[in-house]
């Protein structure tokens, strides 16, 4: 293994100042790490102190590799801006995780500098493919140093064992990259042939292209395609973007739809909103607004039909609430917004009280769709059938494990494709309806109460239960309509039950 000798290291360091590499990247080329860069302890170390100097004395010019990125100068810029934002925005989490984006061209201005250093300082090569093993990352180093004050300037700790929830993105570009790039790419593929041109064509000034580019040319090319003047910048980077983000939290419990006119999620048909609001709006919404969403997403074990109603346990549903600014949620902030939502609007109602959610939790939301049993209950009306034949009714209490075929219902073709499917109706009860159970659903007074009953029945999920009623002009068999032998519809339906542990 080939050993560095101080006289080669105050070489290295004479001829990276010489072309315009500020003191922090000459320290990484040597592979030192250090967040307070003390290049004096450094020189004094190999003895070559005459190299040394003090940082303020190189804030006016761009290095000529991380083009300022290192730079106490644009340092002080990033961080300013940085804390701006969190400030704008107004994030609780107490941590964060900064992600650093640089521009392209420091990668090969990196690859200049090597191809040149052996060609100049005499060294040998093989102490050059060394010292190209210790360069330390722009974005390592920067973070070594920036992290620190940042932590300071924006009240947060940076969490560096684990990603933090709470994401601080930073964009540095530089307005003489494209140009730099492009140089190289057009040189290069004037050597190249046809396939190669039509590889690296399509979006010419990328990350990948540029890897691909430098991982292809030898040292030599590279002297030949550039002169170590020509990188020089006049220019420092700058910050194009800082984005501020935290990961999405999840909120659920289970809900009442108690309106048959309410659609679960915003429903539009071409562009025109068809009902006022939904369950999701109801629900959602003024979860969003407390924790300061940017969005949401409504998820939920299945859906009802705006006409169906969902009675007694509920429906289990979870908002996911996508980058939100309050993320110290309490319990008594959640008890707080699930009396805030019942007392809101009587067409909904949370019946078990808000609860932050895990991966879990999520995952058997996710799965119970699959597994779960449903009961509902449907107030049927049917021809041919009365309280004198009894038995004929009757006969559906003795049914159990049915299984039944439904292709795709009609009034959903438009949005599910044609596909027939098996599921099992479990077990079935029905009953000749009550007058008033009549008179509370058709909110008029029943003259006769013969034709019609009540079908409280157990399903798997899936099923469809107003085609297993009335068979959907033979869609579903069997169906209600082959087991009385006449005509069967469905006049109202409730979910009565989900057979799901949650939350």
């Known amino acids: 293994m080939n050993i560095i000798s101080t006289k080669e290291e105050e070489t290295v360091l004479r001829f990276l100042k010489s072309h315009g590499c500020c003191l922090?990247?000459?320290?990484?080329?040597?592979?030192?790490?250090?967040?307070?860069?003390?290049?004096?302890?450094?020189?004094?170390?190999?003895?070559?102190?005459?190299?040394?100097?003090?940082?303020?004395?190189?804030?006016?010019?761009?290095?000529?590799?991380?083009?300022?990125?290192?730079?106490?100068?644009?340092?002080?810029?990033?961080?300013?801006?940085?804390?701006?934002?969190?400030?704008?925005?107004?994030?609780?989490?107490?941590?964060?995780?900064?992600?650093?984006?640089?521009?392209?061209?420091?990668?090969?201005?990196?690859?200049?500098?090597?191809?040149?250093?052996?060609?100049?300082?005499n060294i040998d090569e093989s102490i050059v493919s060394v010292l190209r093993t210790k360069l330390q990352n722009v974005k390592d180093v920067w973070k070594l140093f920036t992290i620190p004050k940042l932590e300071q300037a924006i009240r947060k700790r940076a969490d560096l064992s684990m990603p933090s929830p709470f994401l601080v993105e930073v964009f540095l570009e530089h307005d003489d990259d494209k140009t730099i790039f492009n140089?190289?790419?057009?040189?290069?593929?004037?050597c190249s042939n046809k396939q190669r041109r039509s590889k690296h064509n399509d979006n010419k000034f990328s990350r990948k292209n540029i890897e691909t580019l430098l991982s292809e040319m030898t040292d030599e090319q590279l002297r030949q395609r550039f002169a170590l003047s020509q990188i020089a910048s006049r220019t420092f980077v700058r910050v194009d973007t800082v984005l501020c983000s935290h990961s999405s939290i999840f909120i659920g419990g289970r809900y009442n739809k108690l309106s048959r006119e309410l659609s679960q999620t915003p429903w539009f048909v071409n562009g025109e909103k068809k009902v006022e609001t939904s369950v999701q709006d109801l629900l959602c919404n003024p979860i969003a607004e407390a924790v300061k969403a940017e969005s949401i997403k409504f998820l939920s074990s299945g859906r009802e039909d705006v006409d169906v109603r969902n009675v007694y346990d509920g429906r289990p549903?979870?908002?996911?609430?996508?980058?939100?600014?309050?993320?110290?949620?309490?319990?008594?902030?959640?008890?707080?917004?699930?009396?805030?939502?019942?007392?809101?609007?009587?067409?909904?109602?949370?019946?078990?009280?808000?609860?932050?959610?895990?991966?879990?939790?999520l995952k058997k939301l996710k799965e119970g769709e699959n597994v779960k049993t449903k009961f509902y209950r449907a107030l049927c009306v049917c021809?041919?059938?009365?309280?004198?034949?009894?038995?004929?009714?009757?006969?559906?209490?003795?049914?159990?494990?049915?299984?039944i075929v439904q292709r795709t219902p009609v009034r959903v073709l438009h949005r599910r494709p044609l596909s027939p499917r098996t599921r099992v109706v479990y077990e079935m009860r029905a009953r000749w309806a009550k007058r008033h159970e009549l008179e509370e659903l058709l909110h008029t007074a029943a003259e006769s109460a013969d034709t019609f009953f009540v079908l409280d029945v157990k399903t798997q999920a899936g099923t469809y239960v107003k085609e297993f009623v009335h068979g959907d002009f033979g869609r579903t068999k069997p169906s209600l309509r082959n087991f009385l032998n006449t005509e069967v519809d469905i006049i109202a339906l409730d979910v009565t039950g989900i057979n799901l542990k949650w939350p």
């Open 24 to 121: 922090r990247c000459r320290l990484r080329f040597m592979g030192c790490r250090t967040t307070q860069c003390n290049f004096s302890e450094f020189a004094a170390r190999a003895d070559h102190t005459d190299v040394s100097d003090n940082i303020s004395s190189e804030q006016e010019t761009p290095c000529v590799v991380c083009l300022g990125i290192l730079q106490d100068k644009i340092q002080e810029t990033v961080i300013a801006k940085i804390a701006d934002k969190v400030e704008q925005n107004d994030y609780d989490c107490g941590t964060f995780t900064c992600a650093l984006t640089i521009p392209v061209s420091i990668r090969l201005r990196e690859h200049i500098l090597y191809a040149y250093m052996s060609k100049e300082t």
């Open 383 to 403: 021809r041919g059938v009365s309280s004198d034949s009894l038995p004929r009714l009757e006969n559906l209490n003795k049914l159990k494990d049915v299984k």
């Open 183 to 190: 140089e190289l790419m057009d040189k290069h593929k004037g």
């Open 317 to 361: 549903f979870a908002a996911e609430l996508l980058n939100p600014r309050m993320t110290n949620i309490t319990g008594e902030l959640l008890t707080c917004l699930a009396t805030t939502i019942n007392q809101s609007t009587k067409q909904v109602k949370i019946t078990s009280g808000l609860k932050i959610l895990s991966k879990f939790d």
